[in-house]
Structures are given as C-alpha cells and as structure tokens.
Antibody
Framework: EVQLVESGGGLVKPGGSLRLSCAAS????????MTWVRQAPGKGLEWLSS????????SYADSIRGRFTISRDNIQSSLSLQMNSLRAEDTAIYYC?????????????WGRGILVSVSS | SSELTQDPAVSVALGQTVRISCQGD??????ASWYQQKPGQAPLLVIY???RRPSGIPDRFSGSDSGNTASLTITGAQAEDEADYYC???????????FGPGTKVTVL
C-alpha cells in the first residue's frame, strides 16, 4: 500500500524557517518524481514544486522560488521542503504527492497533509 | 503565468448527471487530471490522461477533452460525490503544473 506521511509542520514567525518531510513507503520511491502542493485556509490547491526521479531536477512556482528548496533522499525514501523567509501568506496545509510524468501528468497518491502556520 | 478556469459551483439532483468544465490554453497540449476533495481530506485523483480512472474510482466518473476544454462528468451523482473538484495540467512551458480554482459540487 502506497503511503505518504508528512511531518515537520507547526507555528513559525514571519521570516522564519521550517523543514517539511514526507516519508514514502509501499512503492519504489526512486522511480517516481515527487511534488509538494499546498492549500491555504478556505482556498484552492496550489502546486509548489516538483523533483524528478532520474536526476533530481527541480521546478518551482513563482510564489516560492528562491525561498523554498525541494530535495529527496532515495535511500531513505523521503522528500523534503526547506522553507525560508516564511510569510503569513505561506500559511497552509502542505501535501506531498507522488507524480506521474511519463506522458500523462498527474498526482496519483497524496499524503494527509501537514499544517504550517506563519504568524507573530 | 497562464491559468485554468472552472465554474465556482454547480448543483445536481441525486441520480442525475453533472458536467464540470476546465478551460485553458495548455489543455490543447496536455490532458487534464481531476481531483476530488472532501472537507478535511486530501485530494483524490479521479480522472487522468484520456479518460482513465484509477483503481477504485466508480465508473460514473468520466473525462473528456475538446480543444482548450476538459470536462469531468458524473453520471448518476451520489450523495458522496458532493465535494470540491479541481483540474490540473502542465504549464505551457512543460515544466510546471497549475491547478484550476476548483468547482464545488452540491448534490441535492
């Protein structure tokens, strides 16, 4: 059974940093690209960042580029998101998701999400 | 960056059919994927590619594509289908993703 479990969320002050992790199991982690998506309170889904399986190439949404960094550890089957210079508008539930990018592009498994609150 | 657009909300009588649309230029290049999200839950993939359903998704969910519009159809809507539905596609650059704003489906 595919499982994705996020951790590392919490309350942080504006300008602070936080590192999210996503522990993956039930599939060959090294064979899949992975993604972070967030959802601000009462808002829609926002794609944030993806990292490929093959060479760990990464891509970022404009809203987080230069502040957030995605990474992966194929040995530990884990995905991370280092979040720096956090702003109030970064408050959201953060989801990790498994990505399929071989022709069709979609996210077939999602974690339950982790809450990040940015407030003074 | 370019966008995907969706109707904010639609309603459907129990057992009837509802179609949700998603429009955007990038849909001429890439298939949309569709996600169902119920309150307090993570999104769930319901349609991807050319009208493909993941295992466990009822066959009352189907997808179609025409030009710059992708559609999700629920044929014989059930009470448990009441949820927010989001479309997603690759960005025109091919490197990024974008989600539509979501459609709230109410089953009457």
């Amino acid at each position: 059974e595919v499982q994705l479990v996020e951790s590392g969320g919490g309350l942080v002050k504006p300008g602070g940093s936080l590192r999210l992790s996503c522990a993956a199991s039930g599939f060959t982690f090294s064979s899949y690209s992975m993604t972070w998506v967030r959802q601000a309170p009462g808002k829609g889904l926002e794609w944030l960042s993806s990292i490929t399986s093959r060479n760990s190439d990464s891509s970022y949404a404009d809203s987080i580029r230069g502040r957030f960094t995605i990474s992966r550890d194929n040995i530990q089957s884990s995905l991370s998101l280092q979040m720096n210079s956090l702003r109030a508008e970064d408050t959201a539930i953060y989801y990790c998701a498994r990505e399929n990018d071989a022709g069709n592009y979609y996210f077939d498994y999602w974690g339950r999400g982790i809450l990040v609150s940015v407030s003074s | 960056s370019s966008e995907l657009t969706q109707d904010p909300a639609v309603s459907v009588a129990l057992g009837q059919t509802v179609r949700i649309s998603c429009q955007g230029d990038r849909l001429r290049m890439y298939y949309a994927s569709w996600y169902q999200q119920k309150p307090g839950q993570a999104p769930l993939l319901v349609i991807y590619g050319q009208n493909r359903r993941p295992s466990g998704i009822p066959d009352r969910f189907s997808g179609s594509d025409s030009g710059n519009t992708a559609s999700l159809t629920i044929t014989g809507a059930q009470a448990e289908d009441e949820a927010d539905y989001y479309c997603s596609s690759r960005d025109s650059s091919g490197d990024l993703y974008v989600f539509g704003p979501g459609t709230k489906v109410t089953v009457l």
